[in-house]
């Protein structure tokens, strides 16, 4: 039987390897961790099914009985809890992996599209998640992110309609994130997986720059213990923290008092922040609707030289992203401050269409100076085409992660920046 398992499992992998392709820089183990966890997740949540009830009027408390009266059941509900939000970071880490490892053109092009997809839900199946133990917290970071949808031209409130099975968030959207969260998101991911696995194996495994030892090595043992190894020292960390860390549960939630200030789940944090600088049509639409066909096109533009496998393109490719980094982080804060305190352009252009305005106009004023900013830093460095898009998308990963941390630590009440109340 144990045999079986293991030979299962080993079909995920050819019989042999190239020995540079397990050293454990080449992927930090990130895809691996990231199934892992979403097998955990697969578990834990299967049994919290036997504690939990779909209802607006009992749900808060089935996770109270669950904590307080259910051998384990804080635990297994941390272990839950916990191994969403590292997900998220882990499938966020190991997409920065695969974009700064050039390992996402050519035959890798299509696992990019999948690995987004897989992104995408992650993300959702964590955010239906969210709103399951109905307290507090969960259903105002609900109803916060299903007003963004609202905001998409002709078709936002019809969507958002649908999402909440309703206008406003009620029974209807906890039963319907139910299922979601349950049924298809884990459907669909199982399917994506599984695709975006295979397609590992068609591409010939993790790309190696040209030129890298062609020596092989078996599979069985030589990467089986070092994902072995992994293996433990994630479950170890993750119990560890589960054991000692309980996750969060306010009071139930009351749908006539919002608490202030109401905030998003953390990963859409730099969303709502970026909200309270631009009109909403730009802030839930426009611009995320351009990042995301910016990365999705990325594999398919034309670049002079492919360097698979290789960390960073080149030593300018490096420097762009060190120098891009650090440009966002200080500019985009710079930015937060200057907008919240200085910009006011609603009341400044009030007889312009808030559209213009606080739309276009305040994207505007952010995007240039970046974009004259990467420009500079093509010229000085010559950079080629590859080089200045790595340049973007730092930028644009710096940016976002600058706002999420703005909005979830430096915000207090009315959302308003701590140190300027
Ligand atoms: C549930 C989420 C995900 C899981 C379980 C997963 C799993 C994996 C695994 C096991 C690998 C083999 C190499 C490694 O471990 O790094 C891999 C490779 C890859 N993944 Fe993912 N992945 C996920 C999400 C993503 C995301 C968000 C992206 C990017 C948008 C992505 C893009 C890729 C690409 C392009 C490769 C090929 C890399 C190479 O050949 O070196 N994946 N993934």
């Not at 020995?19 to 834990?44: K, N, P, S």
């Not at 043992?221 to 000692?244: D, G, N, Q, R, W």
């Not at 533009?301 to 490096?318: C, P, Q, R, V």
């Not at 460095?381 to 340049?391: F, G, S």
Request: with cysteine; aromatic share 16%.
């Amino acid at each position: 039987m144990n045999h079986s398992i293991a030979r299962f499992f080993l079909h995920f992998h050819p019989k042999k390897v190239r020995v540079e392709a397990i050293r454990f820089d080449r992927t930090f183990g990130l895809g691996g961790i990231a199934a892992l966890l979403f097998v955990i997740l697969f578990i834990t949540g299967m049994l919290l099914r036997f504690a939990y009830i779909p209802s607006a009027a009992e749900a808060y408390d089935s996770i109270v009985h669950l904590q307080e009266e259910v051998l384990f059941g804080s635990l297994l509900r941390n272990l839950h809890y916990w191994s969403a939000m590292l997900l998220v970071v882990v499938a966020f880490l190991h997409l920065v992996r695969v974009f700064y490892s050039q390992s996402i053109f050519e035959k890798r092009r299509k696992n990019w599209i999948y690995g987004l997809v897989l992104l995408f839900l992650v993300l959702s199946a964590n955010f239906t998640g969210y709103l399951l133990p109905w307290d507090q917290l969960s259903f105002w970071a609900v109803t916060i992110m299903t007003n963004m949808l609202t905001y998409i031209p002709l078709v936002g409130n019809g969507l958002a309609d649908i999402v909440r099975g309703g206008e406003v968030v009620n029974e209807n959207t906890l039963l319907r994130f139910y299922h979601f969260h349950t049924g298809l998101m884990p459907f669909l991911m199982i399917f994506f997986m599984s695709v975006h696995f295979w397609l590992v194996r068609k591409s010939g495994g993790v790309a190696l720059p040209a030129g890298t030892d062609k020596k092989m090595t078996d599979v069985n043992p030589h990467l089986v213990y070092k994902e072995i190894v992994v293996a433990l020292i994630l479950l170890l960390v993750i119990f560890l923290f589960s054991v000692f860390v309980d996750a969060p549960l306010l009071e139930k939630a009351k749908p006539l008092v919002s608490p202030n200030p109401s905030r998003a789940p953390w990963y859409f944090m730099g969303f709502q922040e970026l909200l309270m600088h631009v009109h909403p049509t730009f802030g839930s639409f426009i611009i995320p609707l351009l990042v995301l066909v910016f990365f999705i096109s990325i594999p398919f533009i034309n670049y002079s030289e492919i360097k698979k496998g290789e960390w960073f393109y080149s030593s300018t490719g490096k420097q762009m992203t060190i120098f891009s980094a650090l440009f966002a982080v200080l500019y985009t804060f710079v930015f937060v401050v200057f907008s919240d305190t200085v910009l006011d352009l609603s009341n400044r252009l009030s007889e312009w269409p808030s559209v213009l305005s606080t739309g276009l106009l305040a994207s505007l004023i952010y995007v240039i100076p970046a974009a004259l900013f990467i420009v500079y830093l093509k010229r000085k460095k010559q950079a080629c085409r590859m080089e200045i898009i790595i340049a973007i998308v730092t930028f644009i990963l710096a940016a976002y992660i600058t706002m999420m941390l703005t909005g979830s630590f430096l915000r207090g009440e009315g959302m308003q920046l701590i140190f300027l109340i």
